[in-house]
């Protein structure tokens, strides 16, 4: 038996409960991991609050993130002993996830533990770590340099948003950060920040082309925010837009596109081919700071993982929550 966060959708309704499950019941795959941690990203949340379409079958453990050891393998690149960390892939949406203590997964998933982490710091990063250094890369690939300007950081206090800020200043850029969180303004700075601003000035509906001020733009907050971050890139300017916390939808004109040559870059990391996730692991353990590790994460237990996802939803929780399943 293990201990693990099990939804369940039926007449009863949608819940989700701290549950002990028999190892019976672990679904298919080639390798068994014991889990040392995981996470609680914004999908997640949604996941186990319900409040997004995240779970595609019942009953399913949610956590889009582990570390652990294997168990059990019969995947030619794992072994027994070994180290991994999986983000995404569909786990805890169709195949069950990390908010347990044990998982059976596809060894095609896994990546290796870079030496430069803890299980624990692996999961401080999880996918949102992981995210925002995929971001910063597509940032890069698209000629984004720190001479070329100022780059804002849209929910600068998120996980996805505290990462970004602290790689992209360790990077030399100089980061601006956006945040309806004023009073949390030490801790940006702490990370990096060279200025914060009131995400209030990109919420509301605005003109289709503002004042020029960002070289690049990490954004992960999408609709009206999106809109004007796209509207207030300089001339030949970059967005990385991986987030959608404001909403889905996305009410820009194409202005920004045709007449100053703004490229909007889509960042996924789900399903992101295993090269560049390797690389974007390698680049963390060399780029993230990992004395911000500890500023930008905090440790809960399984238990409080499930009132923890309404805070996480409400915006009220700062950074990166890691989960210590055991
Ligand atoms: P968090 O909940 O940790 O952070 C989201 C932040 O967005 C909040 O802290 C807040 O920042 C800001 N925010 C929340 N609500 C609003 C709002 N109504 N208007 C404007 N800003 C708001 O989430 P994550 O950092 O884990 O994820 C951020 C987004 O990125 C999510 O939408 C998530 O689904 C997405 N994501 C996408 C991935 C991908 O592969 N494309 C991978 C990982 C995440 P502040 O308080 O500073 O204003």
Request: glycine share 12%; proline share 5%; net charge neutral.
């Amino acid at each position: 038996m293990f201990k693990a966060v099990l939804i369940e959708k039926d007449d009863a309704g949608y819940r989700a409960t701290l549950t002990d499950v028999d190892d019976a019941r672990l679904p298919d795959g080639d390798v068994t991991v014991r889990v040392a941690y995981s996470t609680l990203n914004y999908k997640d949340a949604l996941a186990i609050t319900g409040k997004g379409p995240v779970v595609r079958k019942f009953p399913m453990v949610p956590g889009i993130d582990l570390a652990g050891t294997v168990e059990h393998s019969s995947h030619p690149e794992c072994r027994a002993g070994d180290i991994v960390v999986l983000n995404g892939w569909g786990v805890g949406e169709g195949h069950w996830g990390g908010l347990a203590q044990k998982a059976r997964l596809s060894g095609d998933w896994l990546v290796p533990l870079p030496a430069a982490f803890s299980p624990k710091q692996a999961m401080a990063i999880g996918t949102a770590g992981y995210t925002a250094m995929l971001c910063v890369m597509a940032l890069e690939r698209h000629g984004v340099t720190p001479d070329k300007g100022e780059v804002l950081v849209t929910g600068a206090n998120g996980g996805v948003g505290s990462v970004a800020v602290s790689l992209l200043a360790k990077l030399g850029y100089r980061v601006v950060a956006s945040t309806g969180r004023p009073n949390e303004a030490e801790y940006l700075k702490a990370l990096g920040a060279a200025e914060i601003i009131d995400r209030a000035q990109f919420s509301m509906p605005g003109k289709p082309l503002a004042k020029e001020r960002w070289a690049g733009a990490v954004d992960t907050v999408g609709s009206h925010t999106l809109a004007n971050v796209c509207a207030s890139m300089k001339y030949r300017g970059v967005v990385a837009a991986c987030g959608l916390a404001q909403g889905m939808d996305f009410p820009a004109t194409v202005a920004p596109f045709i007449l100053r040559g703004v490229t909007l870059v889509g960042v996924d990391s789900v399903y992101c081919p295993r090269p560049e996730r390797l690389e974007a692991w390698q680049r963390l353990a060399r780029d993230l700071d990992p004395a911000h590790l500890d500023l930008i994460s905090h440790e809960v237990g399984l238990a409080e993982v499930i009132r923890l996802s309404g805070e996480l939803l409400a915006g009220q929780v700062r950074g990166r929550l890691i989960v210590d399943v055991n």
